[in-house]
Protein backbone atom coordinates (compact mmCIF):
# COMPACT_ATOMS: atom_id res chain seq x y z
CA UNK A 1 0.00 0.00 0.00
CA UNK A 2 0.56 3.75 -0.41
CA UNK A 3 3.06 5.03 2.51
CA UNK A 4 4.26 8.23 2.59
CA UNK A 5 7.07 8.99 5.82
CA UNK A 6 7.96 12.60 6.55
CA UNK A 7 11.29 13.93 7.92
CA UNK A 8 13.42 17.13 8.60
CA UNK A 9 10.97 19.63 10.17
CA UNK A 10 12.11 21.28 13.47
CA UNK A 11 12.68 24.94 14.96
CA UNK A 12 14.47 27.50 12.68
CA UNK A 13 15.23 30.89 13.40
CA UNK A 14 13.70 33.32 10.74
CA UNK A 15 15.71 33.83 7.80
CA UNK A 16 16.94 30.16 8.42
CA UNK A 17 16.52 26.99 5.86
CA UNK A 18 14.99 23.62 6.29
CA UNK A 19 15.32 20.69 4.13
CA UNK A 20 12.01 18.19 4.27
CA UNK A 21 12.43 14.68 3.34
CA UNK A 22 9.30 12.49 2.06
CA UNK A 23 10.38 8.75 1.68
CA UNK A 24 7.60 6.95 -0.66
CA UNK A 25 6.77 3.12 -1.07
CA UNK A 26 4.18 0.95 -2.90
CA UNK A 27 3.52 3.18 -5.63
CA UNK A 28 5.54 4.08 -9.06
CA UNK A 29 6.72 7.68 -8.06
CA UNK A 30 7.54 8.50 -11.44
CA UNK A 31 3.44 8.08 -12.84
CA UNK A 32 2.01 9.83 -9.43
CA UNK A 33 1.40 13.36 -8.76
CA UNK A 34 3.33 14.42 -5.47
CA UNK A 35 3.78 17.45 -3.54
CA UNK A 36 3.94 19.20 0.04
CA UNK A 37 0.73 20.52 2.01
CA UNK A 38 0.98 22.38 5.57
CA UNK A 39 -1.67 23.06 7.82
CA UNK A 40 -1.23 26.26 10.54
CA UNK A 41 -3.30 26.02 13.34
CA UNK A 42 -6.76 27.27 12.87
CA UNK A 43 -6.10 27.54 9.12
CA UNK A 44 -7.42 25.38 6.51
CA UNK A 45 -4.69 23.37 4.35
CA UNK A 46 -2.84 24.74 1.69
CA UNK A 47 -1.02 23.46 -1.24
CA UNK A 48 3.26 24.36 -0.47
CA UNK A 49 4.48 22.49 -3.37
CA UNK A 50 3.68 20.02 -6.20
CA UNK A 51 4.96 17.87 -9.13
CA UNK A 52 2.35 16.34 -11.62
CA UNK A 53 2.77 12.97 -12.41
CA UNK A 54 4.43 11.84 -15.74
CA UNK A 55 5.30 15.41 -17.33
CA UNK A 56 6.05 16.52 -13.76
CA UNK A 57 5.54 19.87 -14.09
CA UNK A 58 6.02 22.14 -10.97
CA UNK A 59 3.64 24.21 -9.21
CA UNK A 60 4.33 26.14 -5.96
CA UNK A 61 2.20 28.59 -3.67
CA UNK A 62 2.31 32.18 -3.92
CA UNK A 63 3.82 32.12 -0.51
CA UNK A 64 6.42 30.29 -1.01
CA UNK A 65 7.78 31.18 -4.37
CA UNK A 66 11.23 31.87 -4.51
CA UNK A 67 11.58 30.70 -1.39
CA UNK A 68 10.99 26.76 -1.68
CA UNK A 69 12.23 24.37 -3.92
CA UNK A 70 10.46 20.87 -4.85
CA UNK A 71 12.34 17.62 -6.24
CA UNK A 72 11.74 14.38 -7.17
CA UNK A 73 14.33 11.27 -7.28
CA UNK A 74 12.71 8.28 -8.69
CA UNK A 75 15.10 6.16 -8.31
CA UNK A 76 15.33 6.66 -4.52
CA UNK A 77 11.85 7.32 -4.12
CA UNK A 78 12.08 10.24 -2.80
CA UNK A 79 10.63 13.81 -2.85
CA UNK A 80 12.42 16.75 -1.07
CA UNK A 81 11.18 19.95 0.07
CA UNK A 82 14.19 22.77 0.62
CA UNK A 83 13.13 25.77 2.33
CA UNK A 84 14.60 28.76 2.65
CA UNK A 85 14.55 32.42 3.50
CA UNK A 86 11.78 31.15 6.28
CA UNK A 87 9.37 32.97 7.70
CA UNK A 88 7.44 33.28 11.14
CA UNK A 89 4.58 32.67 8.80
CA UNK A 90 6.03 29.60 7.46
CA UNK A 91 5.06 27.76 11.08
CA UNK A 92 3.05 25.04 10.48
CA UNK A 93 2.30 20.89 10.10
CA UNK A 94 4.04 20.33 6.59
CA UNK A 95 2.38 17.00 4.84
CA UNK A 96 3.73 15.12 2.06
CA UNK A 97 0.54 13.34 -0.11
CA UNK A 98 0.53 11.87 -3.17
CA UNK A 99 -2.21 10.29 -5.61
CA UNK A 100 -2.70 9.02 -9.48
CA UNK A 101 -4.87 11.72 -10.28
CA UNK A 102 -3.50 14.92 -8.25
CA UNK A 103 -4.08 17.63 -9.57
CA UNK A 104 -2.11 20.53 -9.58
CA UNK A 105 -1.64 21.44 -5.97
CA UNK A 106 -5.21 21.56 -4.75
CA UNK A 107 -5.28 19.27 -0.92
CA UNK A 108 -9.16 17.68 -2.44
CA UNK A 109 -7.15 15.74 -4.93
CA UNK A 110 -4.84 13.90 -3.39
CA UNK A 111 -6.21 10.80 -1.57
CA UNK A 112 -2.85 9.70 0.58
CA UNK A 113 -0.85 11.32 3.44
CA UNK A 114 1.95 10.94 5.48
CA UNK A 115 1.71 12.00 9.03
CA UNK A 116 3.24 15.43 9.23
CA UNK A 117 6.13 16.81 10.71
CA UNK A 118 6.33 20.03 12.42
CA UNK A 119 8.01 23.64 10.95
CA UNK A 120 8.39 26.38 13.43
CA UNK A 121 10.20 29.18 12.69
CA UNK A 122 10.44 31.53 15.72
CA UNK A 123 13.52 33.57 17.31
Known amino acids: QVQLVESGGGLVQPGGSLRLSCATSGFPLDRYAIGWFRQAPGKEREGVACISSHVGRIYYGDSVKGRFTISRDNAKNTVTLQMNSLKPEDTAVYYC????????????????WGQGTQVTVSA
Open 97 to 112: ATDSAGYMCYAAYYGS
